[in-house]
């Protein structure tokens, strides 16, 4: 089977290296790809938010599959017009890409399901958003409701910085969504959906904020680790079939399937599974911790969902223990990062590149906020961790930052519901 992946970030790099161990894909290609997926792939530079340039360029390989993994082109219809073409393609239409693309039209959704979420008002005006404001705290979460890469988000007790945040976001003519505040662990599920067909694969944890012990601002992710020692055993029964079954069945009754992955933010508490958010496609930097504990052919699963036959697929296997990944990002980020600095030690096994390329004279440089993530395995949390941290010390990037935490509070037992 020849594949073609679109996107070049860490969740990308670890599905092409998912796919590269299924015996049945025979060549591998990347658009645009990056520093990393060039070893592993063709990389191919077009623009993947053009439906004809993405077309064009899966005709001229003749792939057999085609897999999308961020959410722009989807959002923008790619798939649609990949399908449209003939191919089959992971990743899907633009209508179903709405369960990430529009936050209101989530919130939609999930009430049609009766499926459990925050309080959420949507404000389009200045006029209104000081009464708005005035109906949630004491902790805001306020959302641009427009795709933002997890950056959109803020979460804070102080209503002035809610206040702030919300203004940016109208003055840039997009809605924003005030939503009460979910406590509880935060758990993402990520689910291969083919129409009603959901079949769960490990839950993991990603940690949003920039810095150790959940400080300052929120971030695409700056890690992960699977499986979740602290989650009840049935929770992930209780997740697809409480909150990601209702909303597959509520997306075929609009007439608007979704096929492809389907990633459930939620946060747990004694109720329960919440819905913090949807997104249309794996997460980052979560992908790369639960590839690599799947066992069963990466590629037969992405295909079964691409080519409508989910429900024939043989039951995912996974390794024993536990991953962890940590993403090393740029001076900066998660504000406008510094890029164009030498990376060493990023060709060493377990980095996944994300934001990096390769400069006039052949180094591996910074090319993006979160520059890359390195992965660890082991037999529990704890030699998982030592592994991805021990793997890290060997790269070096100048002014680059990481957590020195992920997975820790769970490796400690201080996680509970
Ligand atoms: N893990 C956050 C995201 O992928 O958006």
Redesign the pocket.
Known sequence: MRVLVIGSGG?EHALLLGLDRDPSVTELHAAPGNAGTAAVATNHPVDVASREAVVALARRLAVDLVVIGPEVPLVLGVADALREAGFATFGPSAAAAQIEGSKAFAKDVMAAAGVRTARAEVVDSQADLDAALDRFGPTWVVKDDGLA??KGVVVTADRAAARRHASECLEAGHPVLLESFLSGPEV?LFCLVDGEDVVPLLPAQ?H?RVADDDRGPNT??MG?YTPLPWLPEDMVGRIVDEVVTPVAREMVRRGTPFSGLL?A?LAIDEQGPAVVEF?CRF????TQAVLDLLESPLGEALNAVATGTLAQLPALRWHDGAAVVVVLAAENYPGAPRTGDTITGADAEGVLHAGTAVDTDGNIVSAGGRVLSVLGRGADLKAARAQAYERLAGVKLPGSHFRTDIGRAAEEGRIAL
């Open positions: 969740r890469a997890g993402s990603d949003k695409g992710g992960a990633y933010g997104n997460g980052d930097p979560e």
